[in-house]
Nanobody
Framework: VQLVESGGGLVQPGGSLALSCAAS????????MNWYRQAPGKARELVAAITSAGDSTNYADSVKGRFTISRDNAKNMVYLQMSSLKPEDTGVYYC?????????WGQGTQVTVSS
C-alpha cells in the first residue's frame, strides 16, 4: 500500500489550496479514505473522510463549509479542496486509509497559512 500526497504550500489567509493523494497497492474503490492533519505541538486530527463509493462524507467541525473531500475511483485518487483558509489550518496533511486491518499513511504535505 502506498499513499502519496501532493499540493501543499504557502497560502495567504482567505486563500485556497487543493491537495491530492495517489493510492496504489490495494483495491482503492473498496476502502474509505481520510485526510488528517497535524499542527505543530498538537495531536493528529481527522479533517475529512469519504466512503469507498464516495457517496458520503464527514468533516471536522472546524473545516465544515470550507473543505471538500472527493475521490476518483477510476484514477485511484482522493482530493481535499480547501478554501477560506485560516492560520489555524496550518499543519502537515496526511492521506490515510485502513486496509486489511492496518493503518496506512502518506508521507504528508505541509500546508502553511500565513500573510
Amino acid at each position: 500500500v502506498q499513499l502519496v500526497e501532493s499540493g501543499g504550500g504557502l497560502v495567504q489567509p482567505g486563500g485556497s489550496l487543493a491537495l491530492s493523494c495517489a493510492a496504489s497497492g490495494f483495491t482503492f474503490s473498496s476502502y474509505a479514505m481520510n485526510w488528517y492533519r497535524q499542527a505543530p505541538g498538537k495531536a493528529r486530527e481527522l479533517v475529512a473522510a469519504i466512503t469507498s463509493a464516495g457517496d458520503s462524507t464527514n468533516y471536522a467541525d472546524s473545516v465544515k463549509g470550507r473543505f471538500t473531500i472527493s475521490r476518483d475511483n477510476a484514477k485511484n485518487m482522493v482530493y481535499l479542496q480547501m478554501s477560506s483558509l485560516k492560520p489555524e489550518d496550518t499543519g502537515v496533511y496526511y492521506c490515510h486509509s485502513r486496509v486489511w486491518g492496518w493503518n496506512y499513511w502518506g508521507q504528508g504535505t505541509q500546508v502553511t497559512v500565513s500573510s
